[in-house]
């Protein structure tokens, strides 16, 4: 039995249920979250509905919207899977034989309702919290997908790695150097399935696919005083040490070294840490996925989990899915997807230049990219713009793009403004509901969505709000 608190009898019965529900669908629809946690959940879902030969389709969103809500209550599947994502919507869901695999802090509002009602029967709710486990630490939401799958056919073993990919791609391993309670036992599961080699190493990024020094200049989490940011101390603290950078002509990774070459390096860096707290966080559990070929993002959890995230935040999840399904050729469209963003973005900066869009008023600085810029990159634009010499940093930016649906409004601020009172989030909502849109987000990063006819009057409005909150 693992070490926790909660009671993982009733959960266990909690994703049995689920399991029989989905065994005696025939066609379902899975609804899966964007992050490298939702596409592991998502790809665990699928995998075990297409080994029981049940007719599905895919689809991931970044959140539950009124439209998810809406397609959730009039699908006409026979169940609704969603992964990592739904818990918090509980009381909005009406669908019959829904199925939910979460660890997101649940819809108070549904049980309350449960008790009275008894509806709840059509609701399958497999989430840690419900059984006073913690979400946060103990299993992700690929991991209450996995406990799904399992009790659906004990083979489905096979997929604990993915489990594993989404804990540590939602952090889960961070606060105890490891992953552990429920966790803990997927990491056994992997591990009989031949699937993770768990060892204690480094836990930087990058032990797979970054330079020998690029592992040591960019460490962040923890900063190795003298190391961090600084090149040529790297390429020092190796040559110290008589560690080649390269072997015939190639660049070692970390991975790359021998053991006797790793154990030297780490006990001097252990050794450099300013703050003995940060020897645990640099050293402790890791995980590799020794199937994978050595030396691609795959073959490390930390890398492969962040080759996923950013299928997510390139719109293209779906080549993270087949990544995880086994499609070998996945990881080259990522890469590939992931250049051709970037460029997107570039040629937007571009734009913004050549043709002197940035404008500027007593408060803010704004630009209309009208349909030269796709409204899903405009706010990393902004950002980026924001951080450039063209923009003042002591002035939020709003950008506008065209969109299906009317204009698509970023804005962005810098910190120090959010320190003075600056909100963006209520500057949005209340700017685009006066002028008939919606809008939301955070202090320093928010966006809205209004009509194009007023566009000058949303500037004004913001412009106005802006000059109240600073002082
Ligand atoms: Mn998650």
């Known amino acids: 039995m693992p070490d926790m608190s909660g009671d993982l009898p009733s959960f266990e019965s909690a994703a049995e249920r689920a399991a029989n529900a989905?065994?005696?669908?025939?066609?379902?629809?899975?609804?899966?979250?964007?992050?490298?946690?939702?596409?592991?959940?998502?790809?665990?879902?699928?995998?075990?509905?297409?080994?029981?030969?049940?007719?599905?389709?895919?689809v991931f969103e970044k959140k539950i919207t009124e439209e998810v809500v809406n397609n959730v209550n009039s699908s006409k599947e026979d169940i609704v899977w969603i992964c990592d994502l739904g818990s918090g919507y509980l009381?909005?869901?009406?669908?019959?034989?829904?199925?939910?695999?979460?660890?997101?802090?649940?819809?108070?509002?549904?049980?309350?309702?449960?008790?009275?009602?008894?509806?709840?029967?059509?609701?399958?709710?497999?989430?840690?919290?419900?059984?006073?486990?913690?979400?946060?630490?103990?299993?992700?939401?690929?991991g209450s997908t996995y406990l799904v799958a399992k009790k659906i056919d004990p083979r489905n073993i096979d997929m604990a790695y993915l489990a594993l990919i989404g804990a540590v791609g939602d952090f889960q391993d961070g606060r105890e150097?490891?992953?552990?309670?429920?966790?803990?036992?997927?990491v056994d599961d992997a591990v009989k399935a031949g699937d993770v080699l768990p060892e204690n190493d480094l836990r930087l990024f990058g032990r797979e696919t970054r330079s020998l020094v690029q592992f040591l200049q960019y460490s962040n989490d923890p900063?190795?005083?003298?190391?961090?940011?600084?090149?040529?101390?790297?390429?020092?603290?190796?040559?110290?040490?008589?560690?080649?950078?390269?072997?015939?002509?190639?660049?070692?990774?970390?991975?790359?070294?021998?053991?006797?070459?790793?154990?030297?390096?780490?006990?001097?860096?252990?050794?450099?840490?300013?703050?003995?707290?940060?020897?645990?966080?640099?050293?402790?559990e890791v995980y590799t996925l020794p199937r994978f070929d050595l030396g691609t993002g795959l073959r490390d959890a930390k890398e492969f989990a962040t080759i996923l995230n950013s299928c997510g935040r390139y719109e293209d999840a779906e080549t993270g899915m087949r990544i995880c399904c086994g499609d070998r050729t996945a990881?080259?469209?990522?890469?590939?997807?992931?250049?051709?963003?970037?460029?997107?973005?570039?040629?937007?900066?571009?734009?913004?230049?050549?043709?002197?869009?940035?404008?500027?008023?007593?408060?803010?600085q704004y630009f209309d990219a009208g349909d030269q810029i796709k409204e899903t990159v405009v706010g990393i634009v902004a950002g980026m713009m924001l951080n450039s010499d063209e923009c003042k940093k002591w002035l939020p930016i709003i950008a506008f793009a065209d969109a299906d649906d009317g204009v698509k409004v970023s804005a962005r601020a810098d910190r120090s403004l959010v320190d003075r009172g600056l909100n963006l989030s209520a500057i949005m909502k209340k700017a685009a509901e006066l002028v008939g849109g919606f809008g939301g987000g955070h202090s320093v990063a928010a966006g809205a969505t209004i009509p194009p006819e007023r566009k000058e009057e949303f500037l004004e409005i913001v412009e106005d709000l802006v000059s109240c909150q600073v002082i």
């Open 223 to 284: 900063e190795i005083p003298g190391l961090s940011n600084s090149g040529h101390a790297c390429v020092k603290f190796y040559s110290d040490l008589g560690i080649d950078l390269d072997t015939g002509g190639r660049l070692r990774s970390w991975n790359d070294l021998a053991p006797s070459e790793k154990g030297k390096a780490t006990s001097k860096l252990l050794r450099m840490l300013g703050n003995p707290m940060d020897a645990k966080h640099l050293y402790g």
């Open 177 to 186: 150097s490891g992953l552990v309670s429920l966790n803990r036992m997927i």
């Open 331 to 364: 990881l080259e469209d990522a890469e590939r997807n992931r250049t051709e963003h970037r460029r997107n973005i570039s040629t937007a900066i571009g734009y913004i230049r050549e043709n002197h869009l940035m404008r500027e008023s007593r408060f803010i």
């Open 22 to 58: 989905v065994k005696s669908a025939k066609s379902a629809l899975v609804i899966s979250h964007i992050d490298a946690d939702g596409i592991a959940a998502g790809s665990i879902a699928s995998i075990a509905l297409r080994r029981l030969g049940i007719d599905h389709t895919v």
């Open 91 to 142: 009381s909005e869901f009406n669908k019959d034989g829904l199925i939910i695999t979460d660890h997101h802090v649940p819809d108070n509002r549904k049980r309350s309702r449960q008790a009275t009602l008894d509806d709840f029967s059509a609701t399958f709710h497999v989430n840690p919290h419900c059984f006073g486990i913690d979400g946060s630490i103990e299993i992700s939401g690929a």
